[in-house]
């Protein structure tokens, strides 16, 4: 690989064992994937943010890094709200080792942030160079935004704040960003009725079906919302971390781009709205969920509007960014009166409070195939409305 | 004897050779205090990686299992050194952190069996031939 003066530098140990230690990851990583060099970052985002999924490896580990992050560095959601963990019956043990993973992120100068969404309080441009690695934030950059990132680790996205330096290859280039697959709805007129749960469950199926592969839409009409609904359930059934919505998603815009589409071959498959449809179920719910990724100012206007004048009978949950609820104080008042909680900082997925919930109500297509293994709960998929009728006993 | 194939993780380690052509997850495969293979589908069950030079294809399953590498250096029962196949990022983060020398793409055979030195700087395997 080749390397600057500065990368010399960092693998020398010149800035310090643990930007060498880093910079060692990065260019391991620049080797298995063949990058010719390295590129410099505009952000990066961090997960193994929660207790829950790190455990005390990764905890003792952050424990000996030092240094800080030399770019903007945002946090994961956590597994639980940093303030009101108490009141939600969070283990003290859970609690305490919790509180230890934010200090040892804060240290190395990784904002605490706690949100999947990060993209919503920080400007993305198309074309940044990132270093990202929440799976459905990772996709929502690459793909609604336009920005560039490969999918990170926990560790090698630690090692991009800490040194600003990603390798190049895959996702930052532009000639590995073009469809591989593409697919069709059996029939398109049904899909403008769709919520965003619609989108969730066509995310489950296209992404079981993409692997890794980018997947292109056609006939669809998605707002931003459903975007970050498609997209992060094809992050969860597949490893997806990019696709395009034609005429939609931006880079399918360009002539580049438009070029590829027409001269290249790649498979076609055919989705059938009965098979969308048979992923909502018709469950009792125990508990509602909603917020997976964190709800946007649009989904709180809604759920606003919704809640208005109703009263929850079972536990339900929104999960927003804290930085979402302080923006929002008079939707978060008419959310709360119905004796929903909005819970900051943590997700249904990350932290301990779905375990065992039983019948877990959501709008999230990515929280409908985390839930079982992640929390051993039973997914139930509907939409918003139909969250709030089953929340409130309807 | 020396074979040379890339370096991944930096350092040397010496130990008997553990060779599996099965892909190892650590995270849930093997037991982060004891070194012992957990995973009872996989070829190595009830087999500690402790001071082993450890040969698999390449790592698979969570990202968390980089941490679980480390993990096994801090209980002292890390490998003493890792050869795969193809190496993926895994493997690479959790070796690189643990500070367990590995390479992969050897462009040699290793024995079936016997003591091995990995070189992970210079990306070689040594040892010394019998009979």
Redesign the interface.
């Known amino acids: 690989m080749e390397l600057d003066k500065y990368d010399q530098a960092l693998l020398n140990g010149e800035y310090g064992e643990t930007k060498q230690k880093m910079m060692e990851i990065l260019l391991a990583l620049g080797k298995i994937y063949e990058a010719e060099k390295f590129i410099e970052v505009k952000s990066v985002q961090v997960s193994g943010a929660s207790f829950k999924t790190i455990g005390d490896a990764g905890l003792s580990w952050l424990n000996t890094l030092s240094g800080k992050a030399v770019v903007p560095s945002f946090l994961n959601p956590i597994g639980m709200p940093r303030d009101e963990w108490q009141n939600l019956g969070i283990p003290d043990d859970f609690a305490k080792k919790q509180l230890e993973v934010n200090a040892a992120y804060t240290r190395l100068g990784i904002r605490p942030t706690c949100t999947c969404t990060p993209y919503y309080f920080n400007i993305i441009e198309r074309g940044d160079h990132l270093a990202w690695s929440e799976s459905s934030a990772v996709s929502y950059v690459n793909s609604v935004l336009g920005a560039r990132t490969n999918r990170e680790g926990g560790p090698s996205a630690l090692a991009s704040a800490l040194t600003g330096k990603t390798p190049y290859y895959g996702l930052h280039i532009v000639r590995n960003r073009i469809p591989q697959i593409e697919f069709h709805i059996d029939d398109p007129a049904a899909t403008k009725s769709w919520t965003n749960a619609h989108y969730g469950a066509l995310g489950i199926i296209a992404g079981a079906i993409s692997g890794n592969r980018i997947p292109f839409f056609t006939e669809l009409r998605p707002n931003r919302d459903m975007l970050k609904s498609l997209g992060a359930a094809m992050a969860a059934s597949g490893a997806v971390a990019l696709y395009h919505v034609n005429e939609i998603t931006p880079e399918t815009r360009f002539p580049f781009f438009k070029k590829h589409i027409e001269e290249d071959d790649r498979e076609v498959v055919e989705i059938e709205v009965s098979e969308i449809d048979e992923l909502f179920g018709s469950l009792e719910a125990d508990v509602v969920a909603l917020g997976c990724p964190h709800v946007s100012e649009e989904e709180l206007e809604e759920l606003a509007f919704l809640l208005e004048n109703r009263r929850v009978v079972m536990p339900f949950y929104i999960f927003a960014a804290e930085e979402m609820k302080a923006k929002h104080p008079d939707l978060c008042a008419k959310i709360q009166n119905s004796g929903a909680k909005i819970v900051p900082d943590t997700c249904m997925v990350v932290s301990p409070l779905m375990d065992r919930a039983g019948v877990v109500m959501t709008n999230s297509g990515k929280a409908f195939t985390y839930l079982p293994g992640m929390c051993k709960a039973t997914p139930l998929l509907g939409t918003l409305e139909d969250c709030v009728r089953a929340g409130c006993g309807e | 004897m020396l074979i040379q194939g890339?370096?991944?993780?930096?350092g040397t380690g010496t130990g008997p050779l553990l060779i599996t052509d099965t892909p190892i997850s650590f995270l849930g495969g093997v037991d982060?205090k004891t070194g012992i293979v957990i995973d009872e589908t996989h070829p190595l069950f009830g087999k500690s990686v402790a001071g082993k030079v450890l040969v698999f294809p390449y790592g698979k399953g969570s990202?968390?299992g980089?941490?679980?590498l480390?993990?096994l250096a801090?209980n002292h029962v890390a490998p003493a050194a890792i050869i795969n196949t193809e190496?993926?990022?895994?493997i690479?983060?959790g070796a690189?952190?643990a500070e367990i020398p590995t390479v992969d793409r050897l462009k040699g055979d290793l024995p079936k069996d016997g003591i091995v030195t990995v070189d992970g700087t210079s990306g070689t395997v040594s040892f010394a031939q019998c009979g």
Not at chain 2, 6 to 10: D, E, G, L, P, Q
Not at chain 2, 87 to 90: H, K, L, W, Y
């Open positions: 890339r370096s991944i993780a930096k982060p990202t968390v980089s941490y679980v480390y993990a801090k190496c993926e990022t895994i690479a983060t690189i952190i």
